[in-house]
């Protein structure tokens, strides 16, 4: 993200230098939140190195601009696409289409870069999922074991682990449907997403923090202010009792644009809440956050650390609560829980 302000900062000076009023003129080091193709490629990272320039009519549509601007995940983390006719068929009848059974796609490749062992992770988590009917993890014959009570898990914990009520992780987690990507053709500049279906996220297990910088001045150095949130994440705090455990999402708050940067909120954890009820957390940091938008709602990518290694927290279109997958190291194990959030208004 520094990198890429001081590029915008030096090609701003040059504007300047040409006799563009400083006050005129906003940069932003966007960091690798807004590429503009694929990091997975050497081409791709040459197109993200360059400076976009962008050319509005006053601050008040400079100011729009940014609020509808977005991103293509593709570009940046692991993430399918349904074909638009599965789109319509899931949203039409509530089930996935019936289809040609397709064979599984190959092993990741432990020599591929990050960004396309990502993809291809995704990949094979997306057929897992469509093929999870005919191949069920828990029958009958073989139920899924329960999860034992809190009390009776905490007892057994060594100092200073916590549990989540979760089971053991296979593979690398739960993939994220959300929904078609958001679009806007407002200005001609902004790609509009292509009718590629539903998105489909890979867990945030395979994902990393993206940092953006603010919009600045370059006269003045003022950050351009940010004057539009996300439905429901607006600085309320967001909070879940998983398995006895208290964990609460304070600070909260997403702007509308893709490039903005978003703050991090802090993530307060007491260790079996439910049974002591400390005044004072027993974790506690501030952690950065990736935000992905679609029509079925907002996913609120966590990085947590410590006790929890991350979480994605998925909140449906306009409403106040949504369903998280929490992901967690346990005496040498990573495992997955989920559990669901709320938020406090």
């Known amino acids: 993200e520094r990198l890429s302000e001081a590029r915008a900062r030096v090609v701003a000076e040059i504007f300047a230098a040409n006799g563009v009023p400083g006050y005129d003129i906003y940069f932003q080091g966007a960091g690798d939140t807004l590429p503009v193709a694929s990091n997975a490629t050497a081409h791709g ?11 509005v009519p006053s601050d008040t549509d400079l100011t729009r601009y940014l609020r509808l601007r977005s991103a293509d995940p593709a570009d940046f983390t ?17 089930a ?15 020599h591929a870069s990050l960004f396309q062992r990502m993809a291809e992770h995704a990949k094979r988590m997306a057929w897992k999922m469509d093929h999870s009917s005919s191949h069920p993890v828990a029958t009958a014959a073989t139920p899924a074991p329960a999860p034992k009570p809190a009390a009776a898990l905490a007892a057994t914990l060594p100092p ?21 990507l958001h679009s806007h053709s407002m200005f001609s500049f902004v790609r ?23 919009v600045r001045n370059l006269s ?88 929890m290694q991350c979480m994605d927290l998925f909140v449906p279109a306009r409403t106040g609560s949504g ?10 194990k990573s495992y997955i829980a989920t559990s669901t959030f709320k938020i406090r208004q």
């Open 220 to 307: 003045s150095g003022r950050i351009l202010p940010v004057r539009d949130d996300v439905p429901g994440f607006y600085g309320a705090p967001w909070i879940s009792e998983p398995n006895g455990n208290l964990v609460a999402i304070l600070d909260a708050y997403v702007p509308k644009s893709a490039g903005l940067p978003v703050p991090d909120p802090r993530i307060d954890i007491y260790r079996d809440y439910a049974h002591f009820h400390e005044r004072q957390p027993t974790y506690s940091r501030l952690a950065p956050v990736n935000v992905y938008r679609g029509t079925r709602g907002t996913l609120y990518r966590v990085f947590v650390g410590g006790p």
């Open 96 to 110: 996935s289409p019936t289809s040609t059974p397709s064979a599984e796609p190959p092993p990741v490749n432990p």
């Open 45 to 55: 990272r040459e197109e993200n190195r360059r400076v976009q320039i962008v050319d």
């Open 192 to 214: 509009e997403a292509q009718a590629r279906g539903a998105a489909v996220i890979g867990p945030c297990t395979t994902d990393h923090p993206h940092i953006a910088g603010p």
């Open 160 to 180: 200073g682990a916590y549990d989540f009520g979760g089971q053991p992780l296979q593979g690398a987690g739960q993939p994220i449907e959300l929904g078609a």
């Open 323 to 332: 369903p998280a997958q929490i992901y967690y190291p346990l005496i040498g």
């Open 78 to 94: 692991g993430v399918t696409y349904a074909s638009a006719r599965e789109s319509a068929a899931q949203t039409s009848s509530g």
